[in-house]
């Protein structure tokens, strides 16, 4: 079974600092990982993802993640936060090859609980 | 183009009464997933549907729900009779067709279900 843990409810930050939304995962296999963003009334909203290659990915909005694949962590970063980047954030994992058995099952993403950002003015 | 649009925003029903939700896709996107959040918790996979055939439903809570994705388009969400245990936020996604497990998928705003 493969499960993703955002350690932080929330995380504080002020306008212009760097900023950190932990992410580890657990999968059998590879994973894919991936961030979304949800702001209040919408729906979710795709960041970034790692597939294979560069361990750090560059996504929307100046965030960027780390794949690093011996602490299974994928953490989401912004050298300089803005209020605008308050939000809850998903960090989401999928096993490259599907369930064990080769049925293809768990086609859905697995989430996290989220972490609200709040960036301080 | 347009996003993942679904239908109602908000539902508020009883106990033991049927709701439908509806989820229309990407055009194009042939694959089309329902997922939920109940209050504070994790979004759970329910299913998937590739055009018009269940793929993986192996997170179908139980068989009051019921989806639908006739002709491969929208999809149909119903659950049927509801229980206080269903509120929660609905969302759909669709990720475009044969690319495989690493495309993203796109979401729906959801829809808000409130059981009394």
């Known amino acids: 079974a493969q499960s993703v843990a955002q350690p932080e409810d929330q995380v504080n930050v002020a306008e212009g600092n760097p900023l950190t939304v932990k992410c580890t995962y657990s999968v059998s296999g590879n994973p894919y990982l991936f961030w979304y963003v949800q702001y209040p009334n919408r729906g979710l909203q795709f960041l970034l993802k790692y597939i294979t290659g560069d361990n750090l990915v560059k996504g929307s909005y100046g965030f960027e993640a780390e794949f690093n694949k011996s602490q299974t962590s994928f953490h989401l970063k912004k050298p300089s936060a803005l209020v605008s980047d308050s939000a809850l954030y998903f960090c989401?994992?999928?096993?490259?090859?599907?369930?064990?058995?080769?049925?293809?099952?768990?086609?859905?993403?697995?989430f996290g609980k989220g972490t609200h950002l709040i960036i301080q003015p | 183009e347009a996003g993942v649009t679904q239908f109602p925003s908000h539902s508020v029903i009883e106990k033991g009464q049927t709701v439908t939700l509806r989820c229309d896709p990407i055009s194009g996107h042939d694959n089309l997933y329902w997922y939920r959040r109940v209050m504070g918790k994790e979004i759970k996979f329910l299913l998937h549907?590739?055009?018009?055939?269940?793929?993986?439903e192996s997170g179908m809570p139980n068989n009051r729900f019921l989806a639908e994705r006739t002709g491969g388009t929208y999809s149909t969400l119903k659950v049927q009779p509801a229980e206080l245990e269903d509120s929660g936020v609905y969302f759909c996604?669709?990720?475009?067709?044969?690319?495989?497990?690493?495309?993203?998928?796109?979401f729906g705003p959801g829809t808000r279900l409130t059981v009394l």
């Open positions: 996604a669709s990720s475009h067709g044969l690319a495989g497990r690493s495309n993203e998928q796109f």
């Open positions: 549907f590739v055009k018009e055939s269940k793929q993986d």
């Open positions: 989401a994992v999928r096993d490259i090859r599907g369930t064990a058995g080769g049925r293809g099952g768990a086609d859905g993403l697995t």
